[in-house]
């Protein structure tokens, strides 16, 4: 089982780390913010670390950081465009309202296609502007070597 759990985590952090894109600027790579990668894989099980990793997004984005949501694990069923407002942490936003504003703020978001699928989400469920990912193709042709991965 634990054996388990850290092959997933490696295959999630090689996933998320090949789809961030690196900037196609006049910003050398030294002066170049790294990008931000949340690795969620937390669900409705805990909203407190759901929400502190969309949190940290808030944060890369305020600092001009590329950000870039990952949802494995336990996390798909979270990013449906169906998710109910109940869903939410205390008193704060709901989860739903929440990735919505990151996404309008440029924030990148993809799901794990086998996370999705043992967790019963569907590509046609997500929410407009996260996608599924199709092909290790379309991660790996974006991997760079400047991320920094933070996982809740």
């Known amino acids: 089982m634990i054996r388990t759990l850290w092959i997933v985590l490696a295959i999630s952090v090689c996933l998320v ?3 961030v ?4 600027d006049s910003v050398s790579p030294e002066t170049q913010k790294p990008t931000l990668v949340i690795n969620l894989t937390s669900g409705t099980e805990d ?4 929400v502190m990793g969309l949190h940290f997004a808030e944060h890369g ?3 001009g950081r590329e950000v870039v949501i990952f949802f494995n694990v336990k996390a798909p069923p979270l990013a449906r465009k169906e998710l109910s407002d109940t869903v939410k942490f205390k008193e704060m936003p709901p989860v739903r309202a929440m990735i919505a504003d990151l996404l309008k703020q440029g924030a990148k978001m993809v799901v794990c296609p086998m996370c999705a699928e043992i967790t019963g989400v569907e ?4 929410a407009p502007g996260i996608d599924m990912i199709e092909d290790r193709k379309q991660i790996f042709d974006h991997m760079h070597f400047n991320s920094v991965v933070f996982t809740y």
Do not use: F
């Open 61 to 63: 984005l305020a600092d």
């Open 123 to 126: 590509a046609d469920q997500l």
């Open 47 to 50: 909203l407190h670390a759901v």
């Open 17 to 19: 780390g090949a789809y």
């Open 21 to 24: 894109t690196n900037a196609h």
